[in-house]
């Protein structure tokens, strides 16, 4: 039986200008058991791979590179970590991310030890912009509550990658979230099935924001629709049994899709086609719909936008989803 009481999972692709800093956040940490620092380069373009492929030459005990034939995207990535990985908790950092609390480690293994009900621990982070335009700030939301279930995560993903430790509850990622757009909301709710999700108030992670970014460098309407997408799906393979709390993020970022269309004179087909999921969500649930809906000057600005928005031509409104299988497991 394995020694290895956290694995470490980093995820990476393309950053060598970040990713000795995320190892060295790693190395740094301080515990009184033994951790394995798992490194996915998945194909950089860039000097990454030799950057690690040297870490884990000097540090051959404690990393392993692993790495696919071509580049497979996020997902695959962190599911091929996750089944190498060897310890009872994972704790989980993106390449471009780091750790500045040696503590880390060892305070949110402490408090899933000490609280076997819960599944999941994160903490607050710092949010950093590589390009100086704002200063350091604290991310995670104030009065986060200290601990909170899959349905309040199913409204909205509010843990920071940099900042999550699972209790390892299964080996690999079902199919159908690895083409998923996203990957940390899903992978969240899927752990969070297995008990409560606890909150530490003590940053000890950066969340860097940068050009280069997956995420940040799409476009602000894809974000939405990419969330939108992801809810759906785990709504569908969750056999629809927190429907409402996905209908509530779903509603959330529709209305943003209105607003950003607006805003930008731009995108109004595609937004049309959110107006109309707005409109079926409230026929359907309407308890569901946010009160800010109900606020007059939300509620004017939404029939404003909507005079605008119908497209002259009929706009498939389902998203294709042929690539789920009914038959796959949550787990």
Request: charged share 20%; glycine share 4%.
């Amino acid at each position: 039986m394995s020694d290895i009481k956290v694995s470490v999972l980093m995820t990476t692709y393309n950053h060598e200008a970040f990713i000795v800093q995320a190892i060295e956040g790693v190395l740094m940490q301080e515990t009184d058991f033994a951790f394995e620092l798992l490194i996915g380069e998945d194909c950089s373009t860039d000097q990454t791979r030799e950057i690690v492929l040297e870490y884990a030459k000097r540090f051959p005990n404690r990393i392993q590179v692993i790495s696919p034939m071509a580049n497979e995207g996020g997902n695959c990535n962190f599911s091929r970590l996750l089944a190498a990985s060897r310890g009872s908790y994972i704790a989980w950092i993106e390449g471009d991310d780091y750790w500045i609390d040696p503590e880390k480690l060892q305070l949110q293994t402490d408090f899933l030890d000490a609280n076997p009900e819960f599944a999941i621990c994160f903490h607050s982070v710092y949010r950093v912009y590589e390009d100086g335009s704002e200063r350091l700030q604290q991310l995670t939301n104030e009065g986060q509550a200290w601990m909170t279930t899959i349905e309040d995560l199913c409204r909205g993903n509010y843990i920071e990658t940099a900042s999550v430790m699972y209790r390892k509850s299964f080996e690999t990622l079902p199919d159908w979230l690895i083409p998923l757009p996203i990957g940390d909301w899903p992978i969240n709710i899927l752990h969070a099935q297995y008990g409560k999700i606890g909150y530490i108030n003590r940053p000890m992670s950066v969340y860097r924001i940068h050009n280069c970014g997956i995420w940040t460098s799409r476009p602000t309407i894809q974000r939405f629709v990419d969330c939108i997408t992801a809810a759906e799906v785990c709504n569908k393979m969750l056999q629809y049994r927190y429907e409402p709390y996905f209908n509530f993020s779903i509603t959330r970022w529709s209305i943003n899709i209105l607003q950003t269309a607006w805003r930008t004179r731009s995108h109004f087909s595609q937004a049309w086609q959110y107006f109309l999921k707005l409109l079926r969500i409230s026929l359907k649930q309407p308890l569901v719909v946010p009160c800010f809906l109900r606020r007059r000057k939300y509620y004017q600005r939404l029939r404003n936008q909507c005079a605008h928005l119908k497209p002259k031509t009929k706009v498939a409104t389902d998203h294709q989803t042929a690539h789920l299988q009914t038959s796959d497991r949550i787990e």
